[in-house]
Protein backbone atom coordinates (compact mmCIF):
# COMPACT_ATOMS: atom_id res chain seq x y z
CA UNK A 1 0.00 0.00 0.00
CA UNK A 2 1.14 3.59 -0.98
CA UNK A 3 2.57 5.46 2.21
CA UNK A 4 3.37 2.52 4.32
CA UNK A 5 6.76 1.49 5.19
CA UNK A 6 7.42 -2.14 4.37
CA UNK A 7 8.31 -4.89 6.65
CA UNK A 8 11.40 -6.32 5.70
CA UNK A 9 11.00 -10.34 5.77
CA UNK A 10 12.56 -11.77 8.23
CA UNK A 11 14.32 -15.49 8.40
CA UNK A 12 11.93 -16.73 10.37
CA UNK A 13 9.47 -15.88 7.87
CA UNK A 14 11.98 -16.96 4.86
CA UNK A 15 12.02 -20.43 6.51
CA UNK A 16 8.33 -20.60 7.17
CA UNK A 17 7.42 -20.14 3.74
CA UNK A 18 9.92 -22.62 2.51
CA UNK A 19 8.67 -24.99 5.15
CA UNK A 20 5.33 -24.06 3.90
CA UNK A 21 6.41 -24.81 0.15
CA UNK A 22 7.68 -28.21 1.07
CA UNK A 23 4.48 -29.16 2.53
CA UNK A 24 2.30 -28.36 -0.08
CA UNK A 25 5.29 -30.06 -2.70
CA UNK A 26 5.28 -32.92 -0.53
CA UNK A 27 0.94 -33.19 -0.96
CA UNK A 28 1.26 -32.40 -4.85
CA UNK A 29 3.71 -35.10 -5.27
CA UNK A 30 1.24 -37.39 -3.16
CA UNK A 31 -1.50 -36.85 -4.49
CA UNK A 32 0.06 -37.30 -8.59
CA UNK A 33 1.24 -41.02 -7.53
CA UNK A 34 -1.93 -41.52 -6.44
CA UNK A 35 -3.85 -40.21 -9.70
CA UNK A 36 -1.10 -41.84 -12.14
CA UNK A 37 -1.22 -45.21 -10.28
CA UNK A 38 -5.20 -45.45 -10.30
CA UNK A 39 -5.08 -44.26 -13.70
CA UNK A 40 -2.51 -46.99 -14.46
CA UNK A 41 -4.98 -49.81 -12.79
CA UNK A 42 -7.85 -48.35 -14.89
CA UNK A 43 -9.63 -47.36 -11.65
CA UNK A 44 -11.31 -44.17 -13.48
CA UNK A 45 -13.82 -43.60 -10.62
CA UNK A 46 -15.55 -40.72 -8.65
CA UNK A 47 -12.40 -41.45 -6.14
CA UNK A 48 -10.05 -39.73 -9.05
CA UNK A 49 -12.75 -36.89 -9.68
CA UNK A 50 -12.16 -35.65 -6.37
CA UNK A 51 -8.27 -36.37 -6.40
CA UNK A 52 -8.32 -34.69 -9.55
CA UNK A 53 -10.63 -31.66 -8.51
CA UNK A 54 -8.51 -31.16 -5.37
CA UNK A 55 -5.47 -30.93 -7.30
CA UNK A 56 -6.66 -28.67 -9.64
CA UNK A 57 -8.36 -26.08 -7.28
CA UNK A 58 -5.04 -25.18 -6.48
CA UNK A 59 -3.25 -25.43 -9.65
CA UNK A 60 -5.52 -25.46 -13.14
CA UNK A 61 -2.65 -25.32 -15.79
CA UNK A 62 -2.44 -29.34 -15.27
CA UNK A 63 -3.43 -30.35 -18.70
CA UNK A 64 -2.92 -34.37 -17.77
CA UNK A 65 -5.67 -33.70 -14.85
CA UNK A 66 -7.98 -32.39 -17.02
CA UNK A 67 -7.46 -35.47 -19.79
CA UNK A 68 -8.06 -37.93 -16.62
CA UNK A 69 -11.12 -36.68 -15.78
CA UNK A 70 -12.48 -36.21 -19.48
CA UNK A 71 -11.10 -40.42 -19.71
CA UNK A 72 -13.88 -40.91 -16.32
CA UNK A 73 -16.86 -38.87 -17.57
CA UNK A 74 -16.39 -40.92 -21.22
CA UNK A 75 -16.50 -43.74 -19.44
CA UNK A 76 -19.28 -42.95 -17.08
CA UNK A 77 -21.26 -41.99 -20.05
CA UNK A 78 -21.22 -45.53 -21.17
CA UNK A 79 -22.35 -47.25 -18.09
CA UNK A 80 -26.02 -47.13 -17.95
CA UNK A 81 -26.03 -46.91 -14.01
CA UNK A 82 -24.75 -43.76 -14.42
CA UNK A 83 -26.88 -41.67 -16.77
CA UNK A 84 -28.90 -40.25 -14.29
CA UNK A 85 -26.04 -38.97 -13.02
CA UNK A 86 -24.02 -37.25 -15.57
CA UNK A 87 -26.13 -34.11 -15.42
CA UNK A 88 -25.72 -33.42 -12.07
CA UNK A 89 -21.72 -34.44 -12.31
CA UNK A 90 -21.85 -32.14 -15.25
CA UNK A 91 -22.91 -29.09 -13.22
CA UNK A 92 -19.91 -29.89 -10.83
CA UNK A 93 -17.95 -30.28 -13.41
CA UNK A 94 -18.33 -26.80 -14.83
CA UNK A 95 -18.70 -25.18 -10.86
CA UNK A 96 -14.92 -26.59 -10.82
CA UNK A 97 -14.10 -24.73 -13.92
CA UNK A 98 -15.25 -21.79 -12.65
CA UNK A 99 -13.75 -22.08 -9.53
CA UNK A 100 -10.69 -22.44 -11.00
CA UNK A 101 -10.61 -19.02 -13.46
CA UNK A 102 -10.88 -17.07 -10.29
CA UNK A 103 -7.52 -18.35 -9.56
CA UNK A 104 -6.19 -17.82 -12.96
CA UNK A 105 -8.84 -16.25 -15.18
CA UNK A 106 -6.47 -16.98 -18.31
CA UNK A 107 -5.99 -21.17 -17.84
CA UNK A 108 -6.40 -22.63 -20.91
CA UNK A 109 -6.84 -25.87 -19.49
CA UNK A 110 -9.63 -24.41 -17.30
CA UNK A 111 -11.58 -22.68 -20.19
CA UNK A 112 -11.33 -25.95 -22.57
CA UNK A 113 -12.70 -28.13 -20.27
CA UNK A 114 -15.32 -25.82 -20.08
CA UNK A 115 -16.51 -26.13 -23.62
CA UNK A 116 -15.58 -29.84 -23.39
CA UNK A 117 -18.78 -30.13 -20.91
CA UNK A 118 -21.43 -27.77 -23.34
CA UNK A 119 -20.69 -30.27 -26.42
CA UNK A 120 -20.51 -33.47 -24.36
CA UNK A 121 -23.63 -32.73 -22.30
CA UNK A 122 -27.11 -33.21 -23.79
CA UNK A 123 -28.54 -30.13 -21.79
CA UNK A 124 -26.48 -27.23 -22.19
CA UNK A 125 -27.58 -23.85 -21.23
CA UNK A 126 -25.67 -21.57 -23.59
CA UNK A 127 -27.42 -18.60 -21.68
CA UNK A 128 -26.07 -18.81 -18.85
CA UNK A 129 -22.05 -19.30 -20.36
CA UNK A 130 -23.26 -16.10 -22.10
CA UNK A 131 -23.94 -14.89 -18.86
CA UNK A 132 -20.41 -16.06 -17.10
CA UNK A 133 -18.56 -14.53 -20.05
CA UNK A 134 -20.47 -11.33 -19.23
CA UNK A 135 -19.13 -11.66 -15.89
CA UNK A 136 -15.71 -12.75 -16.80
CA UNK A 137 -15.46 -9.55 -19.43
CA UNK A 138 -16.39 -7.29 -16.39
CA UNK A 139 -13.35 -8.49 -14.23
CA UNK A 140 -10.88 -7.88 -17.13
CA UNK A 141 -12.58 -6.87 -20.28
CA UNK A 142 -8.95 -7.62 -22.30
CA UNK A 143 -8.96 -11.13 -21.42
CA UNK A 144 -8.52 -12.66 -24.84
CA UNK A 145 -9.43 -16.04 -23.78
CA UNK A 146 -12.88 -15.04 -21.86
CA UNK A 147 -12.98 -13.11 -25.83
CA UNK A 148 -12.24 -16.79 -27.67
CA UNK A 149 -14.76 -18.58 -25.17
CA UNK A 150 -17.36 -16.05 -26.02
CA UNK A 151 -17.09 -16.22 -29.86
CA UNK A 152 -17.54 -20.27 -29.39
CA UNK A 153 -20.51 -19.72 -27.40
CA UNK A 154 -21.79 -16.95 -29.27
CA UNK A 155 -21.25 -19.53 -32.16
CA UNK A 156 -24.05 -22.35 -30.32
CA UNK A 157 -26.67 -19.71 -28.81
CA UNK A 158 -26.66 -17.58 -31.86
CA UNK A 159 -27.82 -14.45 -29.87
CA UNK A 160 -28.49 -11.12 -32.04
CA UNK A 161 -25.56 -10.05 -34.22
CA UNK A 162 -26.59 -6.33 -33.28
CA UNK A 163 -26.55 -7.17 -29.58
CA UNK A 164 -22.84 -8.69 -29.59
CA UNK A 165 -21.73 -5.40 -31.76
CA UNK A 166 -23.45 -3.60 -29.08
CA UNK A 167 -21.67 -5.37 -26.46
CA UNK A 168 -17.94 -4.82 -28.48
CA UNK A 169 -18.82 -1.01 -28.27
CA UNK A 170 -19.43 -1.23 -24.87
CA UNK A 171 -16.46 -2.81 -23.66
CA UNK A 172 -14.41 -0.22 -25.72
CA UNK A 173 -15.99 2.42 -24.27
CA UNK A 174 -15.02 1.19 -21.15
CA UNK A 175 -11.50 1.01 -22.50
CA UNK A 176 -9.83 1.95 -26.15
CA UNK A 177 -6.73 -0.40 -25.43
CA UNK A 178 -8.72 -3.76 -26.17
CA UNK A 179 -7.57 -5.72 -29.17
CA UNK A 180 -9.80 -8.44 -28.39
CA UNK A 181 -13.10 -6.50 -28.81
CA UNK A 182 -11.76 -4.27 -32.11
CA UNK A 183 -10.88 -7.50 -33.43
CA UNK A 184 -14.46 -9.32 -32.47
CA UNK A 185 -15.92 -6.23 -33.69
CA UNK A 186 -14.48 -6.58 -37.37
CA UNK A 187 -16.34 -9.59 -37.62
CA UNK A 188 -19.94 -8.31 -36.17
CA UNK A 189 -19.13 -5.27 -38.33
CA UNK A 190 -18.62 -6.99 -41.95
CA UNK A 191 -21.54 -9.88 -41.11
CA UNK A 192 -24.35 -6.81 -40.21
CA UNK A 193 -23.13 -4.19 -42.72
CA UNK A 194 -22.05 -5.36 -45.94
CA UNK A 195 -22.19 -3.31 -48.83
CA UNK A 196 -24.58 -5.14 -51.02
CA UNK A 197 -24.58 -3.32 -53.78
CA UNK A 198 -21.07 -1.69 -54.41
CA UNK A 199 -19.26 -5.45 -53.50
CA UNK A 200 -17.30 -3.75 -50.68
CA UNK A 201 -16.86 -5.57 -46.95
CA UNK A 202 -18.34 -2.78 -45.15
CA UNK A 203 -21.15 -0.53 -46.15
CA UNK A 204 -19.97 2.97 -46.66
CA UNK A 205 -21.95 4.86 -43.72
CA UNK A 206 -20.65 2.52 -41.11
CA UNK A 207 -17.15 2.20 -42.79
CA UNK A 208 -17.21 6.09 -42.12
CA UNK A 209 -18.16 5.63 -38.95
CA UNK A 210 -15.96 3.21 -37.76
CA UNK A 211 -12.95 5.54 -39.07
CA UNK A 212 -14.46 8.34 -37.34
CA UNK A 213 -14.98 5.77 -33.30
CA UNK A 214 -11.16 4.55 -33.96
CA UNK A 215 -9.55 7.71 -34.87
CA UNK A 216 -11.36 8.75 -31.24
CA UNK A 217 -9.77 6.07 -29.57
CA UNK A 218 -6.39 6.26 -31.61
CA UNK A 219 -5.94 10.17 -30.85
CA UNK A 220 -6.99 9.65 -26.70
CA UNK A 221 -4.22 7.60 -26.53
CA UNK A 222 -1.32 7.54 -29.53
CA UNK A 223 0.66 5.35 -27.40
CA UNK A 224 -1.79 2.49 -27.74
CA UNK A 225 -1.55 0.59 -30.56
CA UNK A 226 -4.99 -1.82 -30.24
CA UNK A 227 -6.68 1.32 -32.01
CA UNK A 228 -4.25 1.69 -34.61
CA UNK A 229 -4.29 -2.24 -35.41
CA UNK A 230 -8.40 -1.78 -36.04
CA UNK A 231 -7.83 1.28 -37.91
CA UNK A 232 -5.35 -0.26 -40.54
CA UNK A 233 -7.55 -3.15 -40.89
CA UNK A 234 -10.83 -0.34 -41.91
CA UNK A 235 -8.25 1.10 -44.46
CA UNK A 236 -7.41 -2.68 -45.72
CA UNK A 237 -11.17 -3.22 -45.78
CA UNK A 238 -11.76 -2.66 -49.43
CA UNK A 239 -12.35 -5.75 -51.97
CA UNK A 240 -9.79 -7.09 -54.64
CA UNK A 241 -10.56 -8.63 -57.61
CA UNK A 242 -8.81 -11.37 -59.52
CA UNK A 243 -6.25 -9.52 -62.45
CA UNK A 244 -4.48 -11.08 -65.43
CA UNK A 245 -1.36 -8.50 -65.38
CA UNK A 246 1.12 -10.36 -67.83
CA UNK A 247 0.88 -12.89 -71.06
CA UNK A 248 3.59 -13.86 -72.42
CA UNK A 249 3.86 -16.45 -75.37
CA UNK A 250 6.74 -17.70 -76.82
CA UNK A 251 8.42 -20.68 -78.97
CA UNK A 252 9.06 -22.45 -75.89
CA UNK A 253 6.24 -21.37 -72.90
CA UNK A 254 3.07 -18.95 -72.14
CA UNK A 255 3.10 -18.26 -69.22
CA UNK A 256 0.30 -16.08 -67.32
CA UNK A 257 0.53 -13.83 -64.39
CA UNK A 258 -1.85 -12.43 -62.32
CA UNK A 259 -2.16 -9.83 -59.09
CA UNK A 260 -3.25 -12.50 -56.67
CA UNK A 261 -2.29 -16.57 -56.05
CA UNK A 262 -5.21 -18.24 -57.89
CA UNK A 263 -5.77 -21.55 -57.70
CA UNK A 264 -5.26 -24.33 -60.77
CA UNK A 265 -8.90 -24.92 -60.90
CA UNK A 266 -9.10 -21.60 -61.20
CA UNK A 267 -7.47 -20.86 -64.64
CA UNK A 268 -8.36 -23.97 -65.25
CA UNK A 269 -12.24 -22.68 -65.36
CA UNK A 270 -11.72 -18.88 -65.83
CA UNK A 271 -8.83 -19.03 -68.72
CA UNK A 272 -9.24 -19.37 -72.22
CA UNK A 273 -6.31 -19.43 -74.61
CA UNK A 274 -7.44 -18.18 -78.22
CA UNK A 275 -4.60 -18.38 -81.27
CA UNK A 276 -6.64 -17.15 -84.64
CA UNK A 277 -9.70 -16.94 -83.18
CA UNK A 278 -9.41 -20.68 -82.06
CA UNK A 279 -9.36 -21.68 -78.19
CA UNK A 280 -6.63 -24.20 -77.75
CA UNK A 281 -6.34 -27.14 -75.26
CA UNK A 282 -3.45 -27.75 -72.56
CA UNK A 283 -2.48 -28.28 -69.19
CA UNK A 284 -2.05 -25.76 -66.81
CA UNK A 285 1.18 -26.12 -64.47
CA UNK A 286 2.39 -23.74 -61.37
CA UNK A 287 5.50 -22.42 -61.62
CA UNK A 288 6.31 -23.46 -58.05
CA UNK A 289 4.60 -26.66 -58.15
CA UNK A 290 1.99 -25.43 -55.62
CA UNK A 291 -1.96 -25.67 -55.88
CA UNK A 292 -1.86 -22.07 -55.90
CA UNK A 293 0.18 -19.50 -57.48
CA UNK A 294 0.96 -16.19 -58.90
CA UNK A 295 1.88 -17.33 -62.11
CA UNK A 296 0.76 -20.66 -64.33
CA UNK A 297 2.44 -21.86 -67.21
CA UNK A 298 0.38 -23.29 -70.21
CA UNK A 299 1.23 -26.70 -71.52
CA UNK A 300 -0.03 -27.10 -75.70
CA UNK A 301 1.54 -28.51 -78.48
CA UNK A 302 0.13 -26.35 -81.05
CA UNK A 303 3.23 -24.46 -82.99
CA UNK A 304 3.63 -20.63 -82.28
CA UNK A 305 4.16 -18.45 -85.94
CA UNK A 306 5.59 -15.25 -86.16
CA UNK A 307 2.04 -13.74 -87.64
CA UNK A 308 -0.38 -15.50 -85.03
CA UNK A 309 -3.47 -13.40 -83.27
CA UNK A 310 -3.45 -14.69 -80.19
CA UNK A 311 -5.93 -13.65 -77.22
CA UNK A 312 -6.52 -14.37 -73.91
CA UNK A 313 -9.91 -14.51 -72.60
CA UNK A 314 -10.49 -14.11 -68.01
CA UNK A 315 -14.06 -14.63 -67.25
CA UNK A 316 -14.57 -12.39 -64.40
CA UNK A 317 -17.63 -11.66 -62.51
CA UNK A 318 -18.97 -8.90 -64.84
CA UNK A 319 -17.96 -10.83 -67.92
CA UNK A 320 -15.37 -11.57 -70.22
CA UNK A 321 -12.07 -9.38 -69.87
CA UNK A 322 -9.67 -10.36 -73.05
CA UNK A 323 -6.28 -9.55 -73.17
CA UNK A 324 -4.60 -8.61 -76.80
CA UNK A 325 -1.18 -9.73 -77.67
CA UNK A 326 1.49 -7.86 -79.47
CA UNK A 327 4.63 -9.41 -81.09
CA UNK A 328 7.65 -7.64 -79.61
CA UNK A 329 9.96 -9.65 -81.13
CA UNK A 330 9.87 -12.40 -83.56
CA UNK A 331 7.92 -15.72 -81.69
CA UNK A 332 7.33 -13.49 -78.62
CA UNK A 333 4.03 -11.70 -78.07
CA UNK A 334 3.14 -9.62 -74.69
CA UNK A 335 -0.08 -8.67 -73.84
CA UNK A 336 -0.56 -6.58 -70.85
CA UNK A 337 -4.02 -5.02 -68.60
CA UNK A 338 -4.66 -2.29 -66.96
CA UNK A 339 -2.88 -2.22 -63.41
CA UNK A 340 -3.75 -0.43 -60.09
CA UNK A 341 -2.45 -0.37 -57.02
CA UNK A 342 -4.90 2.07 -55.68
CA UNK A 343 -7.96 1.20 -52.95
CA UNK A 344 -10.75 1.52 -54.12
CA UNK A 345 -13.20 3.87 -51.53
CA UNK A 346 -16.31 5.64 -51.65
CA UNK A 347 -16.30 9.26 -52.21
CA UNK A 348 -17.60 9.70 -48.73
CA UNK A 349 -14.98 7.68 -47.31
CA UNK A 350 -12.30 8.67 -49.16
CA UNK A 351 -13.76 12.18 -47.36
CA UNK A 352 -13.52 11.07 -44.37
CA UNK A 353 -9.93 10.11 -44.55
CA UNK A 354 -8.94 13.61 -45.76
CA UNK A 355 -10.58 14.91 -42.85
CA UNK A 356 -8.69 12.33 -40.60
CA UNK A 357 -5.20 12.93 -42.58
CA UNK A 358 -5.74 16.60 -41.44
CA UNK A 359 -5.91 15.52 -37.57
CA UNK A 360 -3.21 13.32 -37.90
CA UNK A 361 -0.85 16.21 -39.23
CA UNK A 362 -1.71 18.46 -36.26
CA UNK A 363 -1.32 15.67 -33.72
CA UNK A 364 2.06 15.26 -35.80
CA UNK A 365 2.90 18.51 -35.48
CA UNK A 366 2.43 18.32 -31.48
CA UNK A 367 4.55 15.16 -30.96
CA UNK A 368 6.59 14.49 -34.28
CA UNK A 369 8.09 11.17 -33.03
CA UNK A 370 5.24 9.59 -32.52
CA UNK A 371 5.66 6.44 -34.89
CA UNK A 372 1.74 5.36 -34.79
CA UNK A 373 1.14 8.94 -35.88
CA UNK A 374 3.87 9.36 -38.49
CA UNK A 375 3.09 5.75 -39.53
CA UNK A 376 -0.73 6.49 -40.05
CA UNK A 377 -0.43 9.81 -41.98
CA UNK A 378 2.47 7.65 -44.43
CA UNK A 379 -0.61 4.99 -44.23
CA UNK A 380 -3.37 7.80 -45.13
CA UNK A 381 -1.18 9.28 -47.73
CA UNK A 382 -0.74 6.43 -49.86
CA UNK A 383 -4.67 5.18 -49.29
CA UNK A 384 -5.66 8.68 -50.73
CA UNK A 385 -3.53 9.00 -53.66
CA UNK A 386 -0.25 6.62 -53.58
CA UNK A 387 1.13 8.57 -56.53
CA UNK A 388 0.30 11.96 -55.92
CA UNK A 389 2.28 11.94 -52.37
CA UNK A 390 4.22 8.87 -53.48
CA UNK A 391 7.87 11.35 -52.35
CA UNK A 392 6.19 12.13 -48.55
CA UNK A 393 5.47 8.47 -48.12
CA UNK A 394 8.90 7.03 -48.91
CA UNK A 395 10.39 10.74 -46.70
CA UNK A 396 7.90 9.67 -43.97
CA UNK A 397 9.10 6.07 -43.74
CA UNK A 398 13.13 6.80 -44.05
CA UNK A 399 11.71 8.90 -40.73
CA UNK A 400 10.29 6.61 -39.24
CA UNK A 401 13.62 3.85 -39.60
CA UNK A 402 15.39 6.18 -37.01
CA UNK A 403 12.43 6.68 -35.07
CA UNK A 404 11.36 2.60 -34.31
CA UNK A 405 14.75 1.31 -35.07
CA UNK A 406 13.26 -2.48 -34.25
CA UNK A 407 11.15 -2.36 -37.54
CA UNK A 408 13.64 -1.20 -39.64
CA UNK A 409 12.89 -4.56 -42.12
CA UNK A 410 9.38 -3.60 -42.10
CA UNK A 411 9.69 -0.38 -42.85
CA UNK A 412 12.24 -1.22 -45.66
CA UNK A 413 10.04 -3.50 -47.20
CA UNK A 414 7.31 -1.10 -47.48
CA UNK A 415 9.56 1.13 -49.19
CA UNK A 416 10.23 -1.77 -51.64
CA UNK A 417 6.71 -2.09 -52.38
CA UNK A 418 5.62 0.85 -52.89
CA UNK A 419 8.55 2.18 -55.13
CA UNK A 420 8.02 -1.00 -57.14
CA UNK A 421 4.19 -0.10 -57.44
CA UNK A 422 5.27 3.35 -58.45
CA UNK A 423 7.25 2.58 -60.90
CA UNK A 424 5.05 -0.18 -62.21
CA UNK A 425 2.45 2.43 -62.66
CA UNK A 426 4.68 4.75 -64.57
CA UNK A 427 6.20 2.10 -66.81
CA UNK A 428 3.84 -1.14 -66.71
CA UNK A 429 2.25 0.40 -69.87
CA UNK A 430 5.16 -0.36 -72.27
CA UNK A 431 6.53 -3.47 -74.27
CA UNK A 432 9.91 -3.52 -72.76
CA UNK A 433 11.08 -6.81 -72.09
CA UNK A 434 14.12 -5.60 -70.13
CA UNK A 435 13.53 -4.72 -66.37
CA UNK A 436 15.74 -2.29 -64.10
CA UNK A 437 14.85 -0.51 -61.12
CA UNK A 438 14.69 3.16 -61.88
CA UNK A 439 14.67 4.68 -58.17
CA UNK A 440 17.30 5.53 -55.39
CA UNK A 441 16.20 3.50 -52.42
CA UNK A 442 17.40 0.46 -53.17
CA UNK A 443 15.36 -3.17 -52.55
CA UNK A 444 16.00 -5.45 -50.09
CA UNK A 445 13.05 -7.76 -51.20
CA UNK A 446 11.11 -8.62 -54.53
CA UNK A 447 7.13 -8.13 -54.72
CA UNK A 448 5.17 -7.73 -57.84
CA UNK A 449 7.85 -9.68 -59.67
CA UNK A 450 5.26 -11.43 -61.11
CA UNK A 451 4.63 -8.27 -63.20
CA UNK A 452 8.19 -8.64 -64.69
CA UNK A 453 7.86 -12.57 -65.79
CA UNK A 454 7.54 -11.54 -69.63
CA UNK A 455 10.82 -10.21 -69.01
CA UNK A 456 14.15 -11.54 -70.55
CA UNK A 457 16.77 -8.90 -69.19
CA UNK A 458 15.73 -8.60 -65.81
CA UNK A 459 19.12 -5.88 -63.77
CA UNK A 460 18.60 -6.30 -59.90
CA UNK A 461 21.91 -5.04 -59.38
CA UNK A 462 23.49 -2.79 -56.30
CA UNK A 463 20.30 -3.51 -54.30
CA UNK A 464 20.34 -4.94 -50.53
CA UNK A 465 18.80 -8.13 -51.67
CA UNK A 466 19.30 -11.22 -49.15
CA UNK A 467 19.37 -15.12 -50.18
CA UNK A 468 15.70 -15.61 -48.45
CA UNK A 469 14.65 -13.35 -51.26
CA UNK A 470 16.09 -16.17 -53.88
CA UNK A 471 12.96 -18.16 -54.40
CA UNK A 472 11.23 -15.37 -55.60
CA UNK A 473 12.71 -15.24 -58.63
CA UNK A 474 11.00 -18.37 -59.67
CA UNK A 475 8.34 -15.81 -61.58
CA UNK A 476 11.06 -15.03 -63.76
CA UNK A 477 9.75 -17.58 -66.54
CA UNK A 478 11.03 -15.93 -69.43
CA UNK A 479 14.33 -14.51 -68.17
CA UNK A 480 17.76 -14.88 -70.32
CA UNK A 481 19.93 -12.40 -68.69
CA UNK A 482 20.15 -11.60 -64.88
CA UNK A 483 21.84 -9.60 -62.43
CA UNK A 484 22.20 -9.72 -59.12
CA UNK A 485 25.75 -7.93 -59.07
CA UNK A 486 26.52 -6.18 -55.33
CA UNK A 487 23.73 -7.27 -53.36
CA UNK A 488 23.83 -9.26 -49.81
CA UNK A 489 24.07 -13.02 -50.87
CA UNK A 490 25.37 -15.50 -48.43
CA UNK A 491 24.43 -18.83 -49.91
CA UNK A 492 22.24 -19.99 -53.35
CA UNK A 493 20.63 -22.12 -51.64
CA UNK A 494 16.91 -21.85 -52.38
CA UNK A 495 17.63 -20.62 -56.11
CA UNK A 496 15.28 -21.51 -58.59
CA UNK A 497 15.76 -23.63 -61.80
CA UNK A 498 15.42 -21.01 -64.50
CA UNK A 499 16.37 -21.22 -68.05
CA UNK A 500 18.95 -18.73 -67.87
CA UNK A 501 21.59 -17.21 -70.42
CA UNK A 502 24.03 -15.09 -68.51
CA UNK A 503 23.74 -15.07 -64.40
CA UNK A 504 25.72 -12.21 -62.70
CA UNK A 505 27.12 -12.84 -59.41
CA UNK A 506 29.66 -11.12 -58.80
CA UNK A 507 30.55 -8.76 -55.49
CA UNK A 508 28.28 -10.96 -53.25
CA UNK A 509 29.42 -12.97 -50.44
CA UNK A 510 29.20 -16.34 -52.22
CA UNK A 511 31.50 -19.75 -51.90
CA UNK A 512 32.63 -20.43 -54.90
CA UNK A 513 31.74 -24.50 -54.74
CA UNK A 514 28.23 -23.44 -54.39
CA UNK A 515 28.70 -20.86 -57.48
CA UNK A 516 30.00 -24.08 -59.02
CA UNK A 517 27.29 -26.21 -58.30
CA UNK A 518 24.56 -23.83 -59.03
CA UNK A 519 26.35 -23.49 -62.62
CA UNK A 520 26.10 -27.34 -63.41
CA UNK A 521 22.27 -26.96 -62.38
CA UNK A 522 21.55 -24.12 -64.58
CA UNK A 523 23.87 -25.12 -67.49
CA UNK A 524 24.33 -21.41 -67.97
CA UNK A 525 27.57 -18.14 -67.88
CA UNK A 526 27.66 -17.29 -64.36
CA UNK A 527 29.90 -14.49 -64.21
CA UNK A 528 31.49 -14.57 -60.49
Not at 211 to 219: D, E, I, P, Y
Request: proline share 2%; with cysteine; aromatic share 10%.
Amino acid sequence: MHGRVKVRTTEEEVARKQKERQEKLKKFKYAMQKIQGKRNQGELDKELLELTGNVLSSNPDIYTLWNIRREIFTLFLKDDAMLDEMSALYDAELQLTEYCLKINPKSYGAWHQREWVLTTRSDPNWAQELAVCNKYLKLDERNFHTWDYRRFVVSKCKPSLKDEFDFTTEKLHDNFSNYSAWHYRSKMLVALFPDVEGGRPIEDSHHKHELKMVQSAAFTDPDDTSAWFYQRWLLGAVRNSVNLVVVTVTKSKTTLAFNQYVSHDYVKDKIQIVFNKSTIAGDWISCTGNQYDIVWIFKHTETIQDDMEIEVEHDVNNGKNVVGCVKVKPFTFIGKNQISFQKSYSEPVLKELETQLDACRQLLALEPDNKWTLLTTTVFLYCIDAKKYHNEVIENLQALKSIDKLRIGYYNDLITKWCIENQLNNYHGDNSISFKISFDEKISSLPHLQFYSHCENVDLSNQNISSKALPSLIVLQNCKNLSLNNNKLTTLKGFPSLELEVLDLQNNDLDKSEVDLLKEKLNCNIIF
